[in-house]
């Protein structure tokens, strides 16, 4: 769907078509679900997230400035929904191993997954700021625009965070003997 049509959806929506707004969620729950996922680092809790950030946005659609994109605003809400959560509990706990597919040969497998283990503990060692660009900008593939647009900064403001992000992470990494 093009942000046209996300516009037209969205003025259904505030127009009464109840029906409108669960094309929007079809349409973005997996990205929202996959961010939440990222900063808390717990599926359960992902999947509650998800579902607060669209009932947070269908109650605001008001708000909603149709000049900017509907995918920045749902990742706006979902960000700080997932950071609030985040924030109030404090509690990393293990990594839910879960997630990650075993495919491979047990060694191969086991090998990714403590590599991924450390990358995950060292992405969580971040500040906010730089652990939310790395994930919109690794996990949710959006370009550095995009990333602005969502935590409504400076496309440079982005690209900065990116850099002294991924050399805290190098940093982390090579101390944790993983590079």
């Known amino acids: 769907m093009s942000t046209d049509e996300d516009r037209e959806l969205v003025s259904a929506c505030l127009e009464g ?19 939440a996922l990222r900063i808390t680092n717990s599926w359960d809790d992902a999947q509650d997230i998800a579902q607060t950030a669209f009932i947070k946005a269908y109650e605001n659609l008001g708000e909603y400035d149709a000049n900017r994109k509907l995918f920045s605003w749902l990742y706006r ?3 700080n929904e997932a950071l609030n959560f985040r924030n109030s509990r404090k509690d990393f706990g293990e990594l839910n191993e879960t997630l990650h597919s075993s495919e491979k040969s047990p060694d191969e497998t086991t090998y ?9 503990q060292a992405i969580l060692q971040l500040s906010d700021d730089y652990r939310v660009a790395v ?3 690794h996990f949710q593939n959006l370009s550095y625009q995009e990333i602005g647009d969502v935590l409504h900064i400076p496309e440079k403001t ?21 590079l």
């Open 17 to 35: 078509e109840w029906s409108a707004f669960g094309k929007i969620v079809d349409k973005y729950q997996k990205p929202i679900f996959n961010i």
């Open 77 to 79: 809400i979902a960000v």
């Open 112 to 120: 990714e997954l403590q590599r991924n283990q450390s990358i995950e």
């Open 135 to 137: 994930v919109l900008r």
């Open 158 to 178: 982005v690209k900065s965070r990116l850099f002294t992000a991924r050399q805290l992470l190098k940093a982390l990494l090579v101390k944790a003997d993983v």
